[in-house]
């Protein structure tokens, strides 16, 4: 009866260790070290957390990980420490910018719902980081509100600000569910820091409770969310688009910016940042093509997580 206890808690403890080199390895592709209470807010699995500090230990005493500080990673190196720590600071700075950038595109008609979106929202940012932000709009209406703030944008070329208004990923309130589900999308939506739209962000939340399968541990966040308060301009807006000719102008919007990506994908046009241009279009949603990144983004974590384990696997044997 001890042998089989034993061989229970040698078995979890197993299992346990393999999730957390696959967390590590997923943040190690950012080369973001974790702590420990990150890394066990991102376990694919719910366990007992001192089970979860034996496996750490263990995993630290056979130099597979390694600690710097608070701070774990897979490798062993004491920079990226000072890297996190620099981004931490940066990302600080920046997030309180953010907060005013969302308090001005509320304002803007359709729009109900705005979070920091990317890596500001796991808290790093660097001289070269935008705000990446995430707009929720009034159904049937995303395309006119895209195209009004992208209108709004063009404008900051004009004093060098278009880094603070990078409004990539737009849904509307007819599908608030994130259609692609995995460990990426998982991750971006369990950090997404809401500025604006509280109790949008609740429904939002509701329908994507499939996070949950990814990262069980990982409370979704609501409370940094403001209350939407509606404008004068912004009701006169939206009473004068809400008939049928507001459908048509909607529908109309869409397909001229499909067709101008479509174009931009053919012609494999590049960002500042020497990325791939694509988007993916749809009545309700505008979102990066999941292909340029997304899908080499998992391969390349599956590919790692695999070898890590093989040679952890290995490394048990000997």
Not at 72 to 92: P, S
Request: aromatic share 12%.
């Amino acid at each position: 009866m001890q042998h089989k206890i034993y061989s229970l808690i040698n078995s979890s403890l197993s299992e346990i260790k393999e999730n957390i080199l696959a967390t590590l390895a997923y943040f190690d592709m950012f080369n973001y070290p974790l702590t420990r209470a990150e890394v066990y807010l991102f376990l694919k699995k719910k366990y007992n957390y001192d089970f979860f500090d034996d496996a750490l230990k263990c995993l630290l005493n056979s130099g597979i990980i390694h600690q710097f500080a608070q701070f774990y990673t897979l490798k062993n190196d004491h920079y990226l420490i000072v890297r996190r720590n620099e981004g931490n600071q940066k990302a600080a700075e920046l997030i309180k910018i953010a907060g005013r950038v969302g308090d001005l595109l509320i304002k803007f008609p359709y729009v109900r719902g705005i979070a920091i979106s990317g890596s500001l929202s796991k808290n790093f940012a660097d001289e070269q980081s935008d705000i990446d932000l995430f707009i929720i709009t009034e159904k049937n209406r995303l395309w006119i509100a895209r195209t009004i703030m992208h209108c709004f944008k063009k404008l900051t070329f004009l004093v060098n600000k278009e880094h603070l208004f990078c409004m990539n990923y737009f849904i509307d309130m007819e599908q608030l569910e994130i259609i692609e589900k995995n460990i990426y999308t998982a991750i971006e939506v369990g950090t997404l820091i809401p500025l604006q739209g509280d109790i949008v962000f609740e429904k939002f939340y509701t329908a994507n409770t499939w996070i949950k399968e990814f990262i069980p541990n990982k409370n979704m966040r609501i409370a940094t969310a403001k209350p939407v308060k509606a404008s004068f301009f912004k009701i006169f807006f939206e009473t004068l688009l809400n008939s049928s000719p507001g459908n048509l102008i909607d529908n109309i919007l869409l397909k001229i910016t499909a067709g101008r990506w479509q174009k931009k994908t053919i012609h494999k046009k590049l960002n500042s940042h020497g990325i791939l241009l694509g988007m993916l279009t749809g009545k309700h949603f505008a979102k990066p093509d999941p292909v340029n990144f997304q899908n080499k983004l998992l391969a390349k974590y599956e590919q790692k997580v695999s070898v890590l384990l093989s040679g952890y696997e290995n490394n048990l044997a000997h």
